[in-house]
Each structure stands twice: as C-alpha cells, then as structure tokens.
C-alpha cells in the first residue's frame, strides 16, 4: 500500500538538504581566493585575492596609485578585479634576506642508578628565515611597498637531558616509561626483582612507513604513541601493558602486536630507520616486571 505522507515527508527532507548543500556551496565560492595576473613594466606576478574590487586588491598589495595613473590605464577603483591586470609603467622591485632561526633549548629529567650527570641528548638544528620586501615605483617614487617573512627551514630543539640518581631498587612505573619514552640500558643495570625472564629474538621497528606501511598512524594497538620504550610482543607469551626490561634496550611497555611478531620475538621502538639498521635482529634478555 503506498504512503503519501511518508514520500511527501522524504522529498521535504531532500529538498532542505540540498538547499544547505547549496548554501555551503555558495559560501565557499564567496570565500574562495582568485589568483590574479599582474602584469607590471618590468615584472609579471600573480597574486591571489578574495578582494571585489579593485580598491581591495590594492589594498592588499598596500600599492597606491595616483587617481590620474588609474584614469589613463582606464581603471575605476569600484569595478572587479579582473583576470588579468596590466599596469604600464609600475616598476616592481624585489628584495629576499635570510637569517637563521636559533635551535630552541630544552631540558628534560630523567632517572640513573649511575651518579648525576648531564648530557647532549640532541643537538638540535637552526631553522632558515627569508625576509621579503616588494617595493613599487611609479615615475621613479615609491607608490607601495609589501613586506612579509616565510620559514623555509623550521627548527628543531636542543635537548639537554639531566640524569638523576635513584636508588639501586628503583623501578620506574608504567607512566614514567611512558613519559621518559626510553629508559636506556646505559642509565640502569636490569633489575632486582622480576617475574620471569626470558630469552627472546629481537628486531626493531620505527613509528614510520618504513616499518609500518604508508598508512601507518604512529600509534600501537592499544593506543600508545609507537616509539622508543613500546615494544611489540605476542600477548600469548608477555600481556599487553607489561613493563619491561631489554637487554641492550631498557625499559619499555608491552603496547603493540604484529603479523610476524609470534612466540619468542620482541620487536622494539626507535626513532628512525638507521637506528633499526644498527640495531638488527638479535638474541637478548627479556625481564617482565608484572
């Protein structure tokens, strides 16, 4: 049996649907940005403008030009900007300065059963700034000028590690593995106390397409950030959340599976993919500290 009031109401729904899709159409075409060929006496350039007017677009480009020049080139300052915008006579002149950008330091605390100590973690790298400038001439005086700076290098910081000294019993927990990412071997000899150890394969994986594909989001099966101190174990032999400590590695989390990672084999985090290479596949002792 047909159901007119149920067509009726499904055909309204349809129709305020495609009147919003619409809506948003039109409000992305408003908004959307031009790009803009200028054509100069000495220079063609393109510029991109939400600008309506050619007012706008001069105010964008902070040029103003003589209301004698704008007759004589046949431009009202209140019609759209055009495709194509040839302005006879304006020289443009354009200057470009780099600087570097200071590495930013930063310091982090981490735990050591060896005495205090300070060490160069990363040295960081400086970061490349270019300063630009555009300036326009008319008739030989300055009718304008642009100034604006784009990074074309970013930093990265330089991390000073600072070691404190914790007793020969310590353990870290679970949150501080997480937080210190890697607790090396170098800093802690294995612990006292332990469940069980086992002798286990081990290989390396870092938290990129290299190791995990190219849709690889960096983070394990049980959400953790993939990286140093997460490590991929078979849940049939170490529990997923488990602490740990690695022989030749540290302390690290239980935190990631994978297809070839079954029985006796431990894959565990690094950086990046040499640090994988170095490393290598090798026999070490695995401490599982709950």
Request: net charge positive.
């Amino acid at each position: 049996m047909s159901r007119p009031g149920y067509r009726w109401r499904t055909f309204s729904t349809i129709s305020a649907m495609l009147m919003m899709l619409l809506v948003v159409l039109a409000a992305t075409a408003a908004g959307a940005e031009a790009l803009i060929t200028v054509r100069a006496e000495n220079d063609t350039f393109q510029h991109p403008t939400s600008a309506a007017t050619l007012r706008e677009f001069f105010d964008e480009l902070n040029l103003q030009l003589p209301i004698d020049y704008l007759k004589k080139q046949g431009l009202n300052l209140d019609s759209p900007v055009p495709a194509e915008l040839s302005l006879r006579q304006l020289v443009v002149v354009r200057l470009a300065e780099r600087e570097l950008i200071p590495a930013p330091l930063r310091y982090e605390v981490k735990p050591t059963q060896h005495p205090g100590h300070i060490a160069v973690r990363d040295s960081g790298q400086e970061g490349v700034r270019e300063w630009r400038a555009t300036y326009f001439f008319l008739a030989g005086e300055p009718v304008g000028e642009r100034h604006f700076s784009l990074v074309l290098q970013s930093p990265s910081p330089r991390i000073i590690t600072i070691y404190q000294q914790v007793p020969p019993d310590y353990v870290p927990s679970y949150q501080q593995i997480l937080h210190c990412r890697h607790l090396s071997s170098r800093e802690f000899k294995p612990p006292l106390r332990y469940l069980r150890k086992l002798t286990m394969e081990a290989t390396a994986y870092e938290p990129g397409p290299t190791s995990n594909g190219k849709w690889s989001t960096g983070y394990t099966a049980i959400g953790l950030k993939a990286g140093p101190g997460v490590v991929a174990v078979d849940p049939r032999v170490i529990p997923l959340r488990t602490r740990l400590y690695i022989e030749n590695y540290g302390y690290a989390i239980a935190g990631d599976v994978g297809s070839a990672i079954k029985g006796n084999r431990i894959d565990l985090g690094f950086t990046t993919v040499d640090e994988c290479m170095r490393f290598g596949r090798r026999k070490v002792i695995v401490y599982v500290l709950d």
